[in-house]
């Protein structure tokens, strides 16, 4: 089996637990979102999913930046954005940070400093995506070389029992060029 389709495999176990929903989007899987959202509690599945579509949308997608995949965002930002008090966001977040299956890892600074999120989840995705792009473009130049050696070894093949030249390959006319040449300049003896 080739290493793209081993690493996809591989995405497909750990980010497609829902076998009958299968999108991605914002190299997100939305069915995992739908999984870890259904392991909460019923009260809190719309204001948690709001919380995490948040995060999407601060999330540092820089991969040259030190800070990838990390949230910046403090509950009481979060509270004002949603619409909500920060005492039920900070309710919310710790229920989610309990589960197993939680898409962040909260990192707590202290006291009067914001705690931030580390986006683990979407980081192995991403990270899995682009190994399976690297995979397939080696896979590419590896199938592309090889049509270029069967290309050579049948041209090779086919010039090697005749040499002749492609373009003049007919037979030379004769002419007797003395009668010709009378012929044309109509000379006659």
Known sequence: MLLSEQLKEKL???FMPLKNLKIFSNANAINSKIAFIKSL??????TCSMILDFFECRVNT???KDNYMIVYASQSNIADELGFTREYISHCI???AESSICPFIKVRQ???KSNYYIMETKKKLVNLLKQIFHAQQEELKAKNQE?????????????SNEKFSTFNNFEQRTYDFEDLEKKLLSWTD
Do not use: F, T
């Open 41 to 46: 509690d019923k009260g809190i599945r719309g």
């Open 62 to 64: 820089d991969g040259s």
């Open 12 to 14: 497909r176990k750990e």
């Open 94 to 96: 710790n229920r989610m």
């Open 147 to 159: 049509k270029q050696q069967q290309k050579k070894k049948e041209y090779k093949k086919s010039n």
């Open 110 to 112: 202290g006291l009067n």
